[in-house]
Nanobody
Framework: QVQLVESGGGVVQAGGSLRVSCAFS????????IGWFRQAPGKEREFVAA????????KYADSVKGRVTISRDNAKNTVYLQMNRLDPEDTAVYYC????????????????WGQGTAVTVSS
């Protein structure tokens, strides 16, 4: 059974940085692509970033490109999302998810989800 646990959320001022983590437990971490999604109040869940097991060629949403970096440490079964130059529009609950699908941008293609970690960016 795969379990994902996010951590690292909190309150940060606009322009600041935050790193959230996703700890994976279960078999075959390296067979999964890990994605980050976010959901703001009253909005649909949206794709943020994803990384395959190699860590190469990460994918980003246009809204975060250049400000966000996704990385994974396969030795620690952990994926990180480093977010810089945060904006109040980045306020959301951030979820990590795992998939074996090649369709990285689509939430329903992900089989396992964490419980989320809340990020609030104050202006």
């Amino acid at each position: 059974q795969v379990q994902l646990v996010e951590s690292g959320g909190g309150v940060v001022q606009a322009g600041g940085s935050l790193r959230v983590s996703c700890a994976f437990s279960g078999r075959a971490f390296t067979s999964y692509t890990i994605g980050w999604f976010r959901q703001a109040p009253g909005k649909e869940r949206e794709f943020v970033a994803a990384v395959t097991w190699t860590g190469g060629d990460p994918k980003y949403a246009d809204s975060v490109k250049g400000r966000v970096t996704i990385s994974r440490d396969n030795a620690k079964n952990t994926v990180y999302l480093q977010m810089n130059r945060l904006d109040p529009e980045d306020t959301a609950v951030y979820y990590c998810a795992a998939t074996r699908s090649s369709l990285l941008y689509t939430a329903f293609r992900y089989d396992y989800w964490g419980q989320g970690t809340a990020v609030t960016v104050s202006s």
